[in-house]
């Protein structure tokens, strides 16, 4: 996996595509489940921001081990690194389970009058329609948990000691 760009760790810059695209896709998806009338309008865009942010989520983490890789090498045994890899690898996980749970609930729930998207041939009942619903607004929370989590860790990591040396200094525009 890609170490570096331009001389910075790869990590630093997906992690954005994450922090950004992860969220998108489970409003998208939360949406998807909760309002039929926009399921049509939403399958491309959910299926997209779920996958790309599923590939993204896997390249922030393959990097951010390169990035870790460099930091142990540098003598840091921060228990905080620790946390935050742990997180990232939770995260990850989530990430990549929401996708698939969303690649399932569009193929469950778009109406198979519009043609766009394959149905799956599951049994036309209203129960299991809500509990698809119900399952992909629950992943949808579950993956914006993981990655928030992820990502203050990640910032503790990054800043903390920033902060805590900043601490009595002169704040720009304050």
């Not at 997209?48 to 930091?71: C, D, H, N, Q, T």
Request: proline content about 6%.
């Amino acid at each position: 996996m890609l170490d570096t760009v331009a001389g910075l760790p790869v990590h630093v810059l997906v992690i954005h595509a994450v922090v950004v695209l992860t969220p998108l896709a489970a409003l998208a998806a939360a949406a998807y489940a909760l309002v039929p009338r926009w399921r049509s309008a939403l399958t491309w865009p959910t299926l997209s921001l779920a996958v790309v942010s599923a590939l993204s989520a896997v390249v922030a983490a393959s990097s951010g081990e390169a990035l870790e890789g460099r930091l142990r090498a540098l003598g840091l045994q921060d228990p905080a690194l620790e946390t935050h890899t742990q997180a990232g690898d939770l995260a990850r996980t989530v990430i990549a389970v929401f996708a698939v749970v969303v690649v399932l609930a569009v193929l469950w729930l778009l109406p198979s009058r519009s043609g766009r998207v394959p149905r799956l041939p599951v049994v036309d009942s209203p129960a299991v329609a809500l509990a698809v619903r119900v399952v992909l607004v629950l992943v949808s929370l579950a993956e914006l948990w993981f990655v928030v989590r992820a990502g203050h860790t990640g910032a503790q990591v990054a800043w903390s000691d920033v902060v805590q040396q900043s601490q009595g200094l002169p704040h720009g525009g304050e």
